[in-house]
């Protein structure tokens, strides 16, 4: 029996492990291969209308430190003099509002027992009880095809924010997240 729940809490810390606060989508042009692009440069931050919690030196240094890492390290070279793509991040920070669900009471059923549907465990129904506040942090990366001035490839990483500090020091993860999707490894 000790053997079980050992198995278990395993699985479930594990699981819980794996699963990052952060998330992250990218869209590309599809036709084009990104091999072809060998220099890299910078355009300045584009200005949100949102909070300015990543205005400062210390999120721009996060920012482009860890950035043009992932981009050397993918075979990129910085220049200032005509690089061939250019990249440039947006910050938006948002308050949004989510439910908060309530239950009705304990009993019978849940995930981890006997019972016609889910089990021996928690019960009862959950209701909406009030909405809470939550702030959400987006970091936008895009980069730029230097000769046609469009727009080839887009990646954003989402994530609620705690405090503005832990937010900043969390960036360099949300730039390595968002450098998975780049389309050259």
């Keep these: 029996m000790k053997k079980f729940w050992s198995i278990m809490l395993l699985g479930v810390v594990f699981i819980l492990g794996s699963c990052s606060s952060y998330k992250y989508n990218t869209t590309r ?13 910078w355009l300045p931050p584009v200005d949100s209308l949102s909070k300015n919690y990543f205005t ?3 999120a721009r240094n996060n920012i482009l430190s860890t950035a043009n890492r992932e981009l050397e390290a993918r075979g990129l070279r910085y220049s200032k003099e005509n690089p061939d793509i250019l990249f440039r991040y947006i910050t938006i920070v948002n308050n949004k509002s989510r439910m908060v669900y309530g239950n009705t009471g ?14 021996y465990g928690w019960g009862g129904r959950s209701y909406p009880v009030g909405k809470e506040k ?16 469009s727009v080839v490839w887009q990646a954003r990483g989402s994530g609620e924010i705690q405090t503005p500090e832990k937010s900043i020091n969390n960036l ?8 998975k999707e780049y389309p050259v490894k």
């Design 29 to 41: 042009v599809q036709t084009l291969d990104f091999a072809q692009y060998k220099t890299y440069g």
């Design 56 to 58: 400062n030196d210390i």
């Design 106 to 119: 304990w009993g019978w059923g849940g995930p981890w027992g006997f019972s016609p549907w889910w089990g």
């Design 134 to 149: 939550v702030r959400y942090s987006h970091l936008i990366i895009e980069a730029l095809d230097r000769k046609s001035n």
């Design 172 to 179: 360099p993860k949300v730039v390595e997240g968002i450098f």
